[in-house]
């Protein structure tokens, strides 16, 4: 059973930094291509930064040179840094991925920044 895990979400001020992790189990995720999106209230769910199973990364222009994906093989995680982080980087964040045409998301963290 495939299974994703969040964590390292919390209250952070304006400025400040996060660094998110995304735990597999069940699966490797080395092979594939994984994906941090964020959804705030009211807001559908965005995109924030990918990873293919190379290394390859993209992100929206919204947190271009502000966040940092990452993939740690040995421990079988994807961990998304976040610097710079802004009150509307408020959100709760998932990690995704797809397996054989299957849909796997996570549970979210929270993340919210706030004076």
């Known amino acids: 059973q495939v299974q994703l895990v969040e964590s390292g979400g919390g209250l952070v001020q304006p400025g400040g930094s996060l660094r998110l992790s995304c735990a597999a189990s069940?699966?490797?995720?080395?092979?594939?291509?994984v994906g941090w999106y964020r959804q705030a209230p009211g807001k559908q769910r965005e995109l924030v930064a990918t990873?293919?199973?190379?290394?390859?990364?993209n992100y929206p222009d919204s947190v271009k040179g502000r966040f940092t994906i990452s993939r740690d093989n040995t421990k079988n995680t994807v961990n998304l840094q976040m610097n710079s982080l802004k009150p509307e980087d408020t959100a709760v964040y998932f990690c995704?991925?797809?397996?054989?045409?299957?849909?796997?998301w996570g549970q979210g963290t929270q993340v919210t920044v706030s004076s």
């Open positions: 990873i293919t199973s190379r290394g390859g990364t």
């Open positions: 995704y991925v797809v397996i054989d045409l299957m849909h796997f």
């Open positions: 069940g699966i490797n995720l080395f092979p594939y291509a």
